[in-house]
């Protein structure tokens, strides 16, 4: 059973252009999160999608940042006119279920993460 | 606003020996605790959760127990292992919801 899948792995742009990060998240798995790692740093939830639907974007920056969860395909975050500050980790998550503090069996609503996306902006 | 803090950021420890990591938290409302762990340019993995309803959970090496009036938790690793070496986090969510909040880390070191 693969694990949640992320890529590029290393992503470079320089100022101003466009980053897309992709997300395929776990077999069974219809929840996707996605967390930034600034460094030193734990990571912050940015956004938490399922499919054709974004339920909470709380944590995503209001300008320059979206994302989406097509009905087909990969979850993509996008980032446009990139920034140095943008430079960080960003790891996707997925469950089965929305993650409720654990009333369901870990196993089912726990958030699995992927290897990540090292964005480096020149 | 950091509301789950490690405040050690390394801990070295001797093969065998026990590793404890500790974790503070700030939010009342958190009631689902997780570590995870994270070796280099990987993504983190998970190891094992307590619910606030518990204050101890175990599997295997790992054990974690948690003290809710002092808001605090520990993760117990016995006996510890080279392979055990990696940056560990613990992690937190209220009830009802889904967002999970991260402390620093903590990068554990066992040396042979």
């Known amino acids: 059973n693969a694990g949640v899948m992320q890529n590029p792995r290393h992503l470079v742009r320089r100022r101003g252009q466009e980053a897309r990060l992709r997300c395929s998240p776990m077999k069974g798995h219809s929840h996707v999160y996605w967390y930034r790692q600034l460094p030193e740093e734990g990571l912050k939830f940015m956004v938490y999608l399922q499919k054709e639907n974004i339920i909470d974007e709380s944590g995503m920056p209001k300008e320059r940042f979206s994302a989406e969860f097509p009905k087909e395909g990969p979850s993509i975050l996008r980032i446009q006119q990139v920034v140095r500050g943008d430079s960080a980790a960003y790891f996707c998550?997925?469950?089965?279920?929305?993650?409720?503090?654990?009333?369901?069996?870990?196993?089912?609503?726990?958030?699995?993460f992927g290897p990540g996306t090292r964005l480096t902006v020149l | 606003d950091q509301q789950v803090k490690q405040n050690s950021p390394s801990l070295s420890v001797q093969e065998g020996r026990i590793s404890i990591l500790n974790c503070d938290y700030t939010n009342s409302m958190f009631d689902y605790f997780l570590w995870y762990k994270k070796y280099p340019a990987e993504g983190p993995t998970f190891l094992i959760s307590?619910?606030?309803?518990?204050d101890k959970n175990e599997d295997g090496r790992f054990t974690v127990f948690l003290n809710k009036s002092a808001k605090h938790l520990s993760l117990h690793i016995v006996p510890s292992q080279p392979g055990d070496s990696a940056v560990y986090f613990c992690?937190?969510?209220?009830?009802?919801?889904?967002?999970?909040?991260f402390g620093a880390g903590t990068t554990v070191t066992v040396r042979a």
């Open positions: 998550a997925s469950s089965r279920l929305a993650g409720l503090g654990g009333r369901s069996p870990p196993s089912t609503d726990t958030q699995y």
């Open positions: 307590i619910s606030s309803i518990k």
């Open positions: 992690a937190a969510s209220a009830r009802n919801d889904y967002k999970l909040s």
